[in-house]
């Protein structure tokens, strides 16, 4: 059964033509021109990946995404115009696993694409025993990576998948750091995005669901002017 993508774009030009490129990669593409519609459809028939916009009219993209980020970790690639570095922090921010400027190249979007189903599938397959990364009986955290999940006293956290990712990576080697490029190169598949802005953003997202005091981190340490490493705690 192929995989199902929901464009959420107001340009019927480029609707159209992200529609054929998708489904020449034999995906089924659903198509959106709002967030309204958007949000619709993903409560109704919730698709294997969303590439969104981010001027969408009353209700921007950013809200879309965050309003996605409430009850689902389904892959979000935005394409936008937008390119200045505060559009592209607040595109992460807001919760997209990959941020794309126009004007794009259709194979760069695919390329995105399938880097994102591979992230899909690593969690699943792996079988690999479970790590504990803060064994406070009050607050246990657990990575499993054969379930693809993180747990925390027993319930799974709402991670997306880059963001389980990046934890996976960093904790397959406790108390080493690992740079900004080394997590491009592992998580993103560096040369799809080159940017290292995009590790730091996922960082901060991150810290915000595994941490005990978010503002003062325990667990995800950055090592200054080297990158970041888990030290479990």
């Not at 978010?214 to 705690?233: Q, W």
């Amino acid at each position: 059964m192929p995989l199902q993508v929901l464009v959420v774009e107001d340009d019927d030009r480029i609707r159209a033509v992200l529609r054929l490129a998708l489904e020449d990669e034999g995906y089924e593409v659903h198509e959106a021109p709002d967030s309204e519609t958007a949000l619709a459809h993903v409560h109704r028939a919730m698709p294997d990946l969303m590439i969104v916009d981010l001027m969408l009219g009353e209700i921007d993209g950013y809200t879309c995404i965050r309003e996605v980020r409430r009850f689902s970790d389904i892959p979000i690639v935005v394409v936008s115009a937008r390119s200045d570095t505060h559009d592209i922090v607040a595109g992460l921010e807001a919760g997209a696993d990959d941020y794309v400027t126009k004007p794009f190249q259709i194979k760069e979007i695919t390329a995105r694409l399938r880097a994102l189903r591979r992230r899909l599938r690593t969690g699943a397959e792996a079988a690999e025993p479970d790590v504990v990364l803060d064994s406070d009986p009050r607050r246990s955290l657990v990575l499993s990576r054969s379930r693809g999940a993180v747990r925390l006293d027993g319930s799974d956290l709402h991670l997306t998948v880059t963001e389980f990712r990046l934890l996976s990576e960093l904790a397959q080697v406790p108390g080493r750091v690992l740079s900004r490029q080394a997590l491009l190169a592992s998580v993103w598949e560096h040369g799809f995005y080159g940017d290292e802005r995009i590790v730091d953003v996922h960082i901060r997202r991150l810290r915000t669901k595994v941490e005990r005091d978010p503002s003062h981190p325990r667990l995800i340490v950055t090592v200054r002017g080297l990158g970041y490493r888990v030290d479990p705690i």
